[in-house]
Protein backbone atom coordinates (compact mmCIF):
# COMPACT_ATOMS: atom_id res chain seq x y z
CA UNK A 1 0.00 0.00 0.00
CA UNK A 2 1.63 3.30 -0.77
CA UNK A 3 1.66 6.21 1.64
CA UNK A 4 -0.76 8.32 -0.01
CA UNK A 5 -3.32 5.09 1.07
CA UNK A 6 -2.15 4.93 4.26
CA UNK A 7 -2.31 8.73 4.61
CA UNK A 8 -6.17 8.42 2.97
CA UNK A 9 -7.03 5.65 5.43
CA UNK A 10 -5.88 7.43 8.41
CA UNK A 11 -8.01 10.61 7.30
CA UNK A 12 -10.96 8.11 7.27
CA UNK A 13 -9.86 6.95 11.08
CA UNK A 14 -8.87 10.48 12.48
CA UNK A 15 -12.86 11.53 10.76
CA UNK A 16 -14.16 8.50 12.93
CA UNK A 17 -12.57 8.78 16.30
CA UNK A 18 -9.91 10.30 17.88
CA UNK A 19 -6.48 8.09 17.30
CA UNK A 20 -4.78 7.88 21.12
CA UNK A 21 -1.71 5.97 21.37
CA UNK A 22 -1.45 2.46 22.01
CA UNK A 23 1.37 0.13 22.45
CA UNK A 24 2.09 -1.22 18.42
CA UNK A 25 -0.04 1.57 17.51
CA UNK A 26 2.02 2.62 14.00
CA UNK A 27 -0.58 5.66 13.24
CA UNK A 28 2.38 7.95 14.16
CA UNK A 29 5.11 6.22 12.04
CA UNK A 30 2.95 6.10 8.80
CA UNK A 31 2.08 9.95 9.21
CA UNK A 32 5.93 10.41 9.58
CA UNK A 33 6.55 7.96 6.73
CA UNK A 34 4.19 10.62 5.06
CA UNK A 35 4.90 13.73 5.22
CA UNK A 36 8.66 12.36 4.53
CA UNK A 37 7.67 11.42 1.02
CA UNK A 38 5.92 15.05 0.08
CA UNK A 39 8.20 16.84 1.87
CA UNK A 40 11.63 15.29 -0.24
CA UNK A 41 9.26 15.34 -3.57
CA UNK A 42 8.35 19.37 -2.49
CA UNK A 43 12.27 20.10 -1.44
CA UNK A 44 13.15 18.12 -5.00
CA UNK A 45 10.78 20.31 -6.68
CA UNK A 46 11.72 23.16 -5.42
CA UNK A 47 15.41 22.56 -6.36
CA UNK A 48 14.54 21.45 -9.91
CA UNK A 49 12.89 24.85 -10.88
CA UNK A 50 15.21 27.01 -12.33
CA UNK A 51 15.31 30.43 -10.68
CA UNK A 52 14.08 32.42 -13.78
CA UNK A 53 11.05 30.18 -13.38
CA UNK A 54 10.43 31.32 -10.10
CA UNK A 55 7.62 34.13 -11.04
CA UNK A 56 6.08 31.40 -13.54
CA UNK A 57 2.11 31.57 -12.99
CA UNK A 58 0.79 29.41 -16.01
CA UNK A 59 -2.85 31.39 -15.93
CA UNK A 60 -3.97 34.94 -14.18
CA UNK A 61 -5.44 34.44 -10.75
CA UNK A 62 -3.31 31.59 -9.49
CA UNK A 63 -0.07 31.80 -7.51
CA UNK A 64 3.38 31.31 -8.98
CA UNK A 65 5.68 28.59 -8.59
CA UNK A 66 7.61 30.44 -5.79
CA UNK A 67 4.28 31.55 -4.31
CA UNK A 68 3.42 28.18 -3.95
CA UNK A 69 6.72 27.53 -2.35
CA UNK A 70 6.22 29.96 -0.15
CA UNK A 71 2.69 29.28 1.35
CA UNK A 72 3.61 25.74 1.38
CA UNK A 73 6.60 26.29 3.69
CA UNK A 74 4.56 28.93 5.83
CA UNK A 75 1.37 26.17 6.05
CA UNK A 76 3.48 23.38 7.32
CA UNK A 77 4.86 25.75 9.83
CA UNK A 78 1.03 26.41 11.29
CA UNK A 79 0.11 23.25 10.81
CA UNK A 80 3.18 21.51 12.50
CA UNK A 81 2.72 24.49 15.61
CA UNK A 82 -0.85 23.82 16.12
CA UNK A 83 -0.22 20.05 16.56
CA UNK A 84 2.36 20.12 18.62
CA UNK A 85 0.91 23.61 20.53
CA UNK A 86 3.80 25.04 19.98
CA UNK A 87 4.07 29.14 19.70
CA UNK A 88 6.12 29.81 16.87
CA UNK A 89 9.36 32.26 17.96
CA UNK A 90 8.74 35.73 17.41
CA UNK A 91 11.87 36.06 14.76
CA UNK A 92 10.15 33.25 12.68
CA UNK A 93 6.35 35.11 13.22
CA UNK A 94 8.03 38.34 11.77
CA UNK A 95 9.63 36.02 8.36
CA UNK A 96 6.67 34.35 7.96
CA UNK A 97 4.50 37.72 8.44
CA UNK A 98 6.93 38.91 5.91
CA UNK A 99 6.47 35.99 3.35
CA UNK A 100 2.44 35.84 3.44
CA UNK A 101 1.62 39.37 1.13
CA UNK A 102 4.07 37.39 -1.08
CA UNK A 103 2.61 34.08 -1.11
CA UNK A 104 -1.05 35.41 -1.74
CA UNK A 105 -3.04 34.68 -5.35
CA UNK A 106 -2.85 38.68 -5.31
CA UNK A 107 0.51 39.74 -4.42
CA UNK A 108 -0.17 43.21 -3.13
CA UNK A 109 1.87 45.87 -4.86
CA UNK A 110 4.90 46.70 -2.58
CA UNK A 111 4.81 42.90 -1.15
CA UNK A 112 8.97 42.06 -1.72
CA UNK A 113 9.35 39.51 -4.04
CA UNK A 114 11.59 36.54 -2.93
CA UNK A 115 14.34 34.51 -4.40
CA UNK A 116 14.62 30.95 -4.78
CA UNK A 117 17.47 30.43 -2.43
CA UNK A 118 15.40 32.27 0.34
CA UNK A 119 12.14 30.20 -0.85
CA UNK A 120 14.30 26.55 -0.29
CA UNK A 121 16.02 27.67 2.53
CA UNK A 122 11.93 28.50 4.14
CA UNK A 123 10.63 25.54 2.86
CA UNK A 124 13.66 23.15 4.22
CA UNK A 125 13.28 24.96 7.71
CA UNK A 126 9.57 24.28 7.74
CA UNK A 127 10.31 20.79 6.74
CA UNK A 128 12.88 20.63 9.31
CA UNK A 129 10.36 21.90 11.93
CA UNK A 130 7.60 19.18 10.75
CA UNK A 131 9.71 16.56 10.66
CA UNK A 132 10.73 17.27 14.65
CA UNK A 133 6.84 17.43 15.33
CA UNK A 134 5.72 14.50 13.42
CA UNK A 135 8.48 12.32 15.20
CA UNK A 136 7.22 13.35 18.43
CA UNK A 137 5.15 10.88 20.39
CA UNK A 138 3.91 13.65 22.63
CA UNK A 139 1.46 15.17 20.18
CA UNK A 140 -1.81 14.36 21.35
CA UNK A 141 -4.41 12.78 19.74
CA UNK A 142 -7.41 14.53 18.35
CA UNK A 143 -6.40 17.87 17.64
CA UNK A 144 -2.89 17.17 16.94
CA UNK A 145 -3.41 14.41 14.80
CA UNK A 146 -5.76 16.10 12.61
CA UNK A 147 -3.49 18.88 12.08
CA UNK A 148 -0.51 16.66 10.98
CA UNK A 149 -3.00 15.29 8.69
CA UNK A 150 -4.26 17.77 7.08
CA UNK A 151 -0.79 19.37 6.59
CA UNK A 152 0.24 16.52 4.41
CA UNK A 153 -3.18 16.66 3.00
CA UNK A 154 -2.29 20.56 2.14
CA UNK A 155 1.08 20.10 1.13
CA UNK A 156 0.31 16.91 -1.29
CA UNK A 157 -2.56 19.28 -3.25
CA UNK A 158 0.05 21.62 -3.63
CA UNK A 159 2.91 19.58 -4.95
CA UNK A 160 0.09 18.42 -7.63
CA UNK A 161 -0.24 22.14 -8.30
CA UNK A 162 3.76 22.57 -8.56
CA UNK A 163 4.06 18.64 -11.12
CA UNK A 164 1.72 20.51 -13.60
CA UNK A 165 4.06 24.01 -13.57
CA UNK A 166 7.31 21.75 -13.88
CA UNK A 167 6.05 19.80 -16.69
CA UNK A 168 4.45 22.69 -18.45
CA UNK A 169 8.50 23.78 -18.04
CA UNK A 170 9.51 20.77 -19.69
CA UNK A 171 10.79 19.11 -16.45
CA UNK A 172 10.08 15.88 -14.75
CA UNK A 173 8.48 15.47 -11.52
CA UNK A 174 10.51 14.40 -8.79
CA UNK A 175 8.02 11.40 -7.77
CA UNK A 176 7.95 10.51 -11.66
CA UNK A 177 12.09 10.51 -11.71
CA UNK A 178 12.06 7.86 -8.56
CA UNK A 179 9.62 5.74 -10.23
CA UNK A 180 11.03 5.15 -13.39
CA UNK A 181 14.30 5.35 -11.39
CA UNK A 182 13.45 2.44 -9.01
CA UNK A 183 14.00 4.28 -5.69
Same mark, same amino acid.
Given at each position: MSVRAVVLVLVGLGAAAPMAPQQGDQSGGALASAFSEISRDLLGAAEKMPPESYAFRPADGVRTFGQIIAHVGGGNFLYCSQASKQRLASVLSSRLNEVRP???????? &????????????????????????? &? *?? @????? *? @???????????? &????? &????????? @??????????? @???
Open positions: FSDVVTAA &NARVFKKEELVALLSESIAFCERVY &N *DR @GVSAG *D @GVRALIGNIAHD &NGHYA &NLVTYLRMK @GLVPPSTERRK @GGQ
